[in-house]
């Protein structure tokens, strides 16, 4: 590398920053210019020391098998409360049960779910397709050529996983939905400390 780096650096940062998806270390080398892939994974170890150092908020997140930057774990529940306060709403129980079958046993049919957990899944299944968690990756072959579902990048980016080789032992999986799932609950009975004009008489 080159006296060039620290432009690099900065551009890479710019566009962690804004963009909405993860990104690849290829393609960030190609929107970057003049650096490889390698040299993107050098930058980002770089950016998240400048960022330890500095005591930020925020560091660079391999996730969904590229880059993001995302928030750090101590702030998940001041986060948690901002995306609660938006009215995205936690998933119930048999929807976390029916996630995790879904990650495990993907491609999965409606039947298959429905006979692994003894219910009915259909409305569960909206929830997880209409939070963006779950979708249909196509049809079995066969009588009916029923749908299949599989998990989508953003239940990746969800779980914080950076690709579903990186997925928990199956006893750990609904622990792990569960918890992430509970931080939105935690945020919104966690009281905040604000200050009250009583307190001053």
Do not use: C
Request: zero cysteines.
């Amino acid at each position: 590398m080159n006296g060039s780096d620290a432009g690099a650096k900065q551009v890479l940062e710019a566009l962690l920053f804004a963009a909405d998806e993860p990104l690849s270390a290829r393609r960030l080398a190609a929107l970057v210019e003049e650096i490889t892939p390698g040299e993107v994974t050098d930058l980002v170890r770089e950016l998240n020391a400048d960022y330890l150092r500095e005591g930020r908020a925020f560091h660079v997140q391999e996730i969904a098998g590229g880059y993001r930057l995302v928030t750090r774990s101590e702030f998940a529940g001041w986060i948690a409360g901002l995306r609660a306060a938006g009215g995205s709403p936690r998933l119930t129980q048999a929807a976390l049960e029916t996630l995790s079958i879904v990650a495990y046993k993907q491609p999965v049919t409606r039947t298959e779910l429905e006979s692994i957990r003894g219910v009915a899944v259909e409305g569960v299944l909206k929830t997880l397709v209409d939070r963006e968690l779950v979708r249909i990756v196509g049809r079995e072959e066969g009588m009916g050529r029923p749908l299949l579902y599989g998990t989508t990048d953003h239940f990746l980016e969800y779980f914080g996983l950076p690709s579903l080789d990186a997925l928990p032992r199956p006893d750990e999986l609904e622990i792990l939905f569960a918890d992430r799932e509970r931080q939105v609950e935690l945020a919104l009975e966690e009281p905040r400390a604000v200050a009250d004009p009583g307190d001053e008489e």
